[in-house]
């Protein structure tokens, strides 16, 4: 079992399998170059294998492939069903975060390669805003993506909408109304100092308290988990008794990080503790230098052992991380 110092149990690892992506989402901003399975530095389908397969055994239970944009990542329907088969070792739940982009056609897919649960990012219903936020014409594919993992059978569909400040705050009740009377949870993520351009600012920030007070006053809502032990979100069922949920998820100013049970893989090979982190551990050039499976357990050991008890977000101490977030992996 994997604890740190705060004798958290370290359970859900995500995974980044590219830095690269067809969107240029304003606050995140990927490398545009696109993604190349012959770039040296990405690590291979095999030793992310290998590497899920030693993260399991540490009792990791969850596992999330994130990007960049995931599905830009050739043959990803292998990667998965190699991954699924960790289920038989102790993973519980693979899962995968996407833009939308190209889904549907992989829906059914990845579905039958494994894959458990998908969340789908959707910042805006407006084709104009979409495109200014996400520099991408590609809404309806997203919108078919999420009907797509509806027909794929995907339980508990997520969608996540990062909430600016100026950009799409007008929309944040029609964000509700798409998640009423549906099998989806529409979360309302709150915009994190993670973007490569560096400019976040506090003035773009929607509190959550904002979004939820805003939602509210269309739609009562009710709060599920008072304690949200490990969640990273607030939950909300629609107080009439309609179907569909509400998600609320104040990473900058009601923070999760006392509960967090996470850690991260670059798709460079480097083991972080903490999307802010400043620290990155290289398990890819242990791996690569002939480094044994009991060195990677230990390299693995060391870094989740000092894991920082949360974010400084707001403090004078705060550092943005060296990377953005599609490079860390969202
Ligand atoms: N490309 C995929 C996508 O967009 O769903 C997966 C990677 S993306 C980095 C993961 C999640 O991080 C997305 O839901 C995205 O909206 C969110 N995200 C990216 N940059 C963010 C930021 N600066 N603040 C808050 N959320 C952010
Ligand atoms: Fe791409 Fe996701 Fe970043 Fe948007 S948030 S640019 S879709 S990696």
Known sequence: MLFDSFNRKIKDLRVSVTDRCNFRCFYCDPDPAPCTSSDPNLLTFDEIHFLCDVFVSLGIEKIRLTGGEPMVRKGLDLLVAELSSLKRRGLQELAMITNGSNFASKAALLRSSGLDRVTLSLDSLKPGTFRSITGSDKLSNVLDSIEAARSAGYPYIKVNAVIVRGRNDDEIVDLARFARGSNLTVRFIEFMPLDSGRIWDRKHLVPATEIRETINSAFPIVLINPFRRGETAWRYRFADGTGGEIGLIASVTNAFCGECSRIRLTADGQVRTCLF??????????????????????????????????????????????????????
């Open 277 to 330: 982190s400043t620290e990155e551990y290289d398990v890819r050039g242990l791996l690569r230098s002939g480094g044994s499976r009991s060195e990677v357990t230990e390299l693995i050991r060391f870094a989740v052992a000092r894991k920082k008890f949360g974010h400084t977000i707001g403090s004078s101490t705060f550092k943005n991380p060296s990377r953005s977030m599609s490079s860390i992996g969202g």
